[in-house]
């Protein structure tokens, strides 16, 4: 069954795993996950759930009405929509609309548990803004070595160096490593094991882009 969940960074730590080996982990704190809504191939034309997640003082006009549609009290600070490759199910209970995937069933307003789609030893896909570096050159950038230390160079060394053309083509090629701002961009990290998964939280071995209480996509 594919997993779908909107967490945010807890803490970065260390634990030993069951052969006594010391491991980097990352604590996910998806107890806020609510799904909102859902599309379906044959209505939308593909499939997808829409995922609200954190906490928020004031939230906006629309965002409050989609939250008032689900029946979620609770105000919501991210929201998201993911794609699935699976076809997904339409079901109705008690006047509560829903998805079914496999055998698990999930219906609008709902908190989503994390340890309905993971278990310890499973391997999820994390997405996530990386934290901003702001304006850095390109030794910081890129890892550029700089120029020489010595021979009156005290100005050259952490310059980028020759990045010129000659008269053809007389100029700097696009994609050219430069200095620029760093950071701030969409980082997915693959393959993450997860160490554990309970209705609250879920910890993956490794680490995962963004600052403490970033927002987070788990797929697998």
């Known amino acids: 069954m594919p997993a779908f969940l909107l967490a945010q960074k807890s803490i970065q730590t260390q634990m030993f795993d069951d ?5 980097p982990v990352t604590e996910l704190d998806a ?5 909102i809504d859902y599309k379906t191939v044959a209505k939308d ?4 759930v829409k995922l609200g997640a954190g906490s928020i ?5 629309p965002q409050e009405g989609e939250l008032k549609k689900a029946g979620i009290k609770a105000s919501l600070r991210f929201f998201r ?4 490759t699976e076809e997904i199910q339409e079901v109705e209970e008690e006047g509560k609309k829903g998805i079914m995937i496999g055998e698990t069933k999930f219906f ?11 278990k310890k030893g499973d391997i999820v896909d994390v997405t996530g803004t990386s934290i901003g570096k702001g304006f850095q050159g390109v ?3 890129h890892g550029f070595r700089g120029g020489p230390k010595t021979h009156g160079q005290s100005d050259r060394e952490r310059a980028p160096g020759s990045m010129g053309q000659t008269t053809t083509p007389g100029r700097v090629y696009k994609g050219k490593r430069m200095a620029g701002r760093m950071g701030g961009v969409t980082v997915t ?3 993450l094991e997860v160490v554990s998964a309970d209705e609250n939280k879920v910890v993956v071995k490794g680490l995962v882009p963004g600052c403490k209480s970033a927002l987070l996509e788990v797929s697998a």
């Not at 929509?81 to 699935?84: C, P, V």
């Open 45 to 48: 034309g593909y499939a997808s």
């Open 108 to 118: 609008i307003g709902d908190k989503l548990n994390p340890s309905l789609f993971l």
């Open 139 to 141: 030794v910081r950038r």
């Open 189 to 191: 990290v693959r393959n």
């Open 19 to 23: 052969e006594g080996k010391r491991i």
């Open 81 to 84: 929509e993911i794609r699935l």
């Open 31 to 35: 107890s806020t996950c609510h799904l």
């Open 57 to 61: 003082k004031n939230i906006k006009k």
